[in-house]
Protein backbone atom coordinates (compact mmCIF):
# COMPACT_ATOMS: atom_id res chain seq x y z
CA UNK A 1 0.00 0.00 0.00
CA UNK A 2 1.09 3.80 -0.29
CA UNK A 3 2.92 5.10 2.61
CA UNK A 4 3.44 8.79 2.67
CA UNK A 5 5.97 10.60 4.46
CA UNK A 6 6.18 14.50 5.64
CA UNK A 7 9.68 15.88 6.95
CA UNK A 8 10.54 19.74 7.13
CA UNK A 9 8.15 21.19 9.59
CA UNK A 10 9.50 23.21 12.49
CA UNK A 11 9.68 26.63 14.21
CA UNK A 12 10.17 29.86 11.84
CA UNK A 13 9.51 33.44 12.88
CA UNK A 14 7.01 35.17 10.98
CA UNK A 15 7.43 36.54 7.52
CA UNK A 16 9.49 33.63 6.74
CA UNK A 17 9.42 30.18 4.78
CA UNK A 18 9.99 26.55 5.05
CA UNK A 19 9.77 23.76 2.64
CA UNK A 20 8.16 20.90 3.42
CA UNK A 21 8.41 17.76 1.42
CA UNK A 22 6.28 14.47 1.07
CA UNK A 23 7.77 11.48 0.47
CA UNK A 24 5.60 8.47 -1.51
CA UNK A 25 6.74 5.02 -1.32
CA UNK A 26 4.63 1.62 -1.54
CA UNK A 27 3.77 1.82 -5.01
CA UNK A 28 4.64 1.10 -8.38
CA UNK A 29 2.78 4.41 -9.61
CA UNK A 30 2.43 7.85 -8.54
CA UNK A 31 -1.03 8.58 -7.12
CA UNK A 32 -3.28 10.90 -9.79
CA UNK A 33 -3.56 13.78 -7.10
CA UNK A 34 -1.57 14.76 -4.18
CA UNK A 35 -2.70 17.23 -1.86
CA UNK A 36 -1.28 19.66 1.71
CA UNK A 37 -3.75 19.80 4.79
CA UNK A 38 -3.44 21.63 7.55
CA UNK A 39 -5.03 20.70 11.17
CA UNK A 40 -5.12 22.72 14.52
CA UNK A 41 -6.40 21.54 17.60
CA UNK A 42 -10.50 22.08 17.70
CA UNK A 43 -10.65 22.73 13.69
CA UNK A 44 -12.00 20.83 10.73
CA UNK A 45 -8.69 19.66 8.51
CA UNK A 46 -8.59 22.30 5.71
CA UNK A 47 -7.32 22.25 2.19
CA UNK A 48 -4.38 23.83 1.45
CA UNK A 49 -3.14 22.85 -2.13
CA UNK A 50 -3.18 19.92 -4.03
CA UNK A 51 -1.61 18.99 -7.82
CA UNK A 52 -2.25 16.40 -10.37
CA UNK A 53 0.66 14.44 -10.60
CA UNK A 54 0.40 14.02 -14.35
CA UNK A 55 0.12 17.76 -15.64
CA UNK A 56 0.91 19.66 -13.03
CA UNK A 57 -2.10 21.56 -12.65
CA UNK A 58 -2.64 23.18 -9.03
CA UNK A 59 -5.04 24.59 -6.61
CA UNK A 60 -4.68 26.57 -3.62
CA UNK A 61 -6.56 27.72 -0.79
CA UNK A 62 -7.26 31.50 -0.53
CA UNK A 63 -5.67 32.08 2.18
CA UNK A 64 -2.17 31.04 0.77
CA UNK A 65 -2.83 32.05 -2.89
CA UNK A 66 0.44 33.51 -3.76
CA UNK A 67 2.40 32.58 -0.68
CA UNK A 68 2.26 28.80 -1.43
CA UNK A 69 3.92 26.72 -3.88
CA UNK A 70 3.20 22.89 -4.54
CA UNK A 71 5.31 21.17 -6.82
CA UNK A 72 6.37 17.29 -7.48
CA UNK A 73 9.12 15.92 -8.21
CA UNK A 74 8.37 13.04 -10.51
CA UNK A 75 11.99 10.99 -10.25
CA UNK A 76 11.81 11.17 -6.58
CA UNK A 77 8.27 10.15 -6.07
CA UNK A 78 7.89 13.33 -3.55
CA UNK A 79 5.86 16.45 -3.46
CA UNK A 80 6.76 19.68 -1.87
CA UNK A 81 5.04 22.53 -0.19
CA UNK A 82 7.51 25.71 -0.38
CA UNK A 83 5.62 28.21 2.35
CA UNK A 84 6.82 31.93 2.09
CA UNK A 85 5.99 35.01 4.26
CA UNK A 86 4.49 32.43 6.83
CA UNK A 87 1.66 34.11 9.56
CA UNK A 88 0.82 32.82 12.66
CA UNK A 89 -2.22 31.90 11.58
CA UNK A 90 0.01 29.50 9.46
CA UNK A 91 0.22 27.16 12.48
CA UNK A 92 -0.63 23.66 12.28
CA UNK A 93 0.06 20.34 11.77
CA UNK A 94 0.30 19.49 8.05
CA UNK A 95 -0.95 16.14 6.66
CA UNK A 96 0.26 15.09 2.52
CA UNK A 97 -2.32 13.03 1.18
CA UNK A 98 -3.32 11.15 -2.07
CA UNK A 99 -5.34 9.82 -4.23
CA UNK A 100 -5.73 7.78 -7.41
CA UNK A 101 -8.46 9.28 -9.09
CA UNK A 102 -8.49 12.55 -11.77
CA UNK A 103 -10.82 14.87 -10.51
CA UNK A 104 -8.97 17.57 -7.69
CA UNK A 105 -10.89 17.56 -4.13
CA UNK A 106 -10.66 20.20 -1.44
CA UNK A 107 -12.80 17.83 1.19
CA UNK A 108 -9.99 15.08 2.94
CA UNK A 109 -12.65 12.67 2.83
CA UNK A 110 -11.80 11.93 -0.66
CA UNK A 111 -8.18 10.95 0.30
CA UNK A 112 -7.19 7.57 0.72
CA UNK A 113 -3.70 7.70 1.98
CA UNK A 114 -2.29 10.12 4.55
CA UNK A 115 1.12 11.18 5.92
CA UNK A 116 1.73 11.33 9.50
CA UNK A 117 2.25 15.06 9.64
CA UNK A 118 4.60 17.70 10.58
CA UNK A 119 3.84 20.64 12.76
CA UNK A 120 4.69 24.02 11.28
CA UNK A 121 5.05 26.70 14.20
CA UNK A 122 4.72 30.30 13.14
CA UNK A 123 6.22 32.67 15.69
CA UNK A 124 4.21 35.97 16.07
Known amino acids: QVQLVETGGGWVPAGGSLRLSCAVSGSTTSPYLMTWFRQTPGKEREFVAG????????DYADSVKGRFTISRDNAKNTVFLQMKSLKSEDTAVYYC?????????????????WGQGTQVTVSS
Open 97 to 113: AARRGYDMSRYSIAYEY
Open 51 to 58: IRWASGIT
